[in-house]
Nanobody
Framework: VQLQASGGGLVQAGGSLRVSCAFS????????MGWFRQAPGKEREFVAV????????RYADSVKGRFTISRDNAKNTVYLQMNSLRPEDTAVYYC?????????????????WGQGTQVTVSS
């Protein structure tokens, strides 16, 4: 499995950004897909997860109501729409794929990881 994240960048506080993750190598709809982030000097943290069919989602409290995870199984792509961005959202964002557990929030449950895309929110 290969995961290719894209769409990061620099945005002002209050702005929006959408990051994408292209999946290849296996059957995309067999995998729960998650987004994690890691800020400088901090541990990687869970952001959002979406189940195999796309009907179930879960979010970290810090992003609930501002971020939306979605997937397009026809395009083998998972998205993270980020609105009302704050400086504390600045981090490298990673997508990940989990085969065994559908709605995992622990990083250890994920089998494959993308390379990460930088999101920087200026104040």
């Amino acid at each position: 499995v290969q995961l290719q994240a894209s769409g990061g960048g620099l945005v002002q506080a209050g702005g929006s950004l959408r990051v994408s993750c292209a999946f290849s190598g296996r059957t995309f709809s067999d995998y729960g897909m998650g987004w994690f982030r890691q800020a400088p000097g901090k541990e990687r943290e869970f952001v959002a997860v979406i189940g195999w069919s796309g009907s179930s989602t879960r979010y970290a409290d810090s992003v609930k109501g501002r971020f939306t995870i979605s997937r397009d199984n026809a395009k083998n792509t998972v998205y993270l729409q980020m609105n009302s961005l704050r400086p504390e959202d600045t981090a490298v964002y990673y997508c990940a794929a989990a085969y065994t557990i559908n709605m995992a929030t622990r990083s250890g449950a994920y089998d494959y990881w993308g390379q990460g895309t930088q999101v920087t929110v200026s104040s």
